[in-house]
């Protein structure tokens, strides 16, 4: 068998009290009550159908989803992180288990509750402390809830947990965006994703973009809010990804080191190596109406060996850390010499250096980020 990838599991709540109009994700507006158990029920089929696919590897991390997965009842979450121990053996006792949670009153008072049910890290989103700002992205909470969210998962003694916060909003002046970030700092999360808003096609902003910073303004607010970042403790590790020093996301890490990952749960991808060095994708069904009539699977096929370096760099140089030159055939199955000339353009370009066992993103290659990826298209 060849050095197969750590293996994560990803598993995907798709409902929300309403839609975003940023928010490209697979969720779907609540109609009615959340399905608790039944939903959990088809997750856990739908676990058991692709289990053949993981060559009895464990599971190193579990991420749920959304969506807003603190929908689900704590009773629901304990059924469902139950029946994913009893097929796939998560590693103990260090496993990382991150749950999605909107700091609505409602889903926090739950919190213990997921905690007690398995839950070691809570991902909240944010997003901005600014009333106008939060209406504009069609965000149902206030400030004083996210607050109220952070500190109790501050108090629960999780593993870790994340604030998840926006720039580049609506409008947004350099201050404005400052003050969002210092409120989150002094909140003391573990971990802060600071992610740029993009418009996204098939969203309400996509067919009604609002005025966003332009790039000169983005560009300020990108560096002010690093050195605020920054001297507070933080180190940037990826794109959008700030972290206390052995506190990044093992999760997204092993997304962003072309790791495997089971998906699981309406609209859920997964990436699987096989045994014989096929790297399979696999996408489930989208909407929960066929999901849950027990039609999980979209489609899976194999990435052809042209695609791999593309999909490979893609995920890799997303992050700040070296990457090691021996993992891309590990994890690929093709030599070096298939991507040399693409490489050495990258080395020319001043994107990547090159050690003898590692090559790593330059400041240029983190900035020109598409263009150095081009070159593995």
């Not at 962003?256 to 990436?271: E, M, N, S, T, V």
């Not at 045994?275 to 052809?304: C, E, I, S």
């Not at 990457?323 to 994107?351: I, N, W």
Request: glycine residues 8%.
């Amino acid at each position: 068998m060849p050095n197969l990838p750590p293996l994560s599991l990803y598993l995907h709540i798709p409902w929300c009290v309403q839609k975003c109009p940023y928010c490209d994700f697979n969720s779907h507006a609540l109609k009615g009550e959340v399905p608790h158990q039944d939903y959990v029920d088809h997750l856990l089929a739908d676990l058991s159908h692709d289990l053949p696919l993981t060559s009895g590897r464990a599971v190193n991390t579990l991420f749920i989803g959304g969506g807003t997965p603190s929908l689900l009842s704590s009773s629901a979450m304990r059924s469902l992180l139950d029946g994913v121990r009893q097929r796939q053996p998560l590693v103990a006792p260090d496993a990382e288990i991150t749950m999605e949670a909107n700091p609505g009153t409602v889903e926090a008072d739950r919190f213990a509750a997921y905690q007690q049910a398995g839950i070691n890290r809570i991902s909240i989103g944010v997003q901005s402390f600014e009333a106008e700002k939060l209406a504009r992205l069609g965000r149902i909470h206030g400030a004083e809830e996210a607050r109220r969210a952070a500190r109790l998962a501050a108090s629960l003694g999780l593993r870790s947990f994340n604030l998840d916060l926006m720039h580049g909003l609506p409008d947004q002046s350099l201050a404005s965006a400052l003050d969002d970030l210092a409120q989150a700092i002094a909140l003391a999360p573990p971990h802060l994703s600071w992610y740029q808003l993009t418009i996204e096609p098939n969203t309400l902003f996509g067919s009604r973009p609002p005025t966003l910073p332009d790039d000169d303004a983005l560009w300020d607010i990108y560096q002010h809010g690093d050195k605020l970042l920054t001297a507070a403790g933080y180190r940037q590790y990826e794109t959008s990804a700030y972290a206390q020093p052995g506190f990044q996301c093992r999760h997204n890490l092993n997304y962003w080191r072309f790791g495997d990952y089971l998906g699981i749960g309406c609209g859920a991808h997964g990436k699987l190596t096989q045994p014989d060095g096929t790297v399979l994708r696999t996408v489930k069904t989208r909407h929960p109406r066929g999901y849950m009539q027990g039609n999980y699977l979209a489609k899976r096929y194999p990435v052809a060996p042209a695609d791999l370096p593309f999909e490979y760099f893609m995920n890799r140089f997303r992050l700040l850390e070296a990457a090691p030159r021996a993992e891309f055939t590990s994890f690929t199955g093709l030599a070096e010499t298939t991507v040399r000339p693409a490489l050495d353009q990258a080395l020319a370009g001043g994107y990547i250096s090159e050690s003898d066992s590692h090559w790593q993103v330059t400041d240029k290659g983190k900035l020109f980020l598409n263009s150095l990826l081009e070159l593995f298209m």
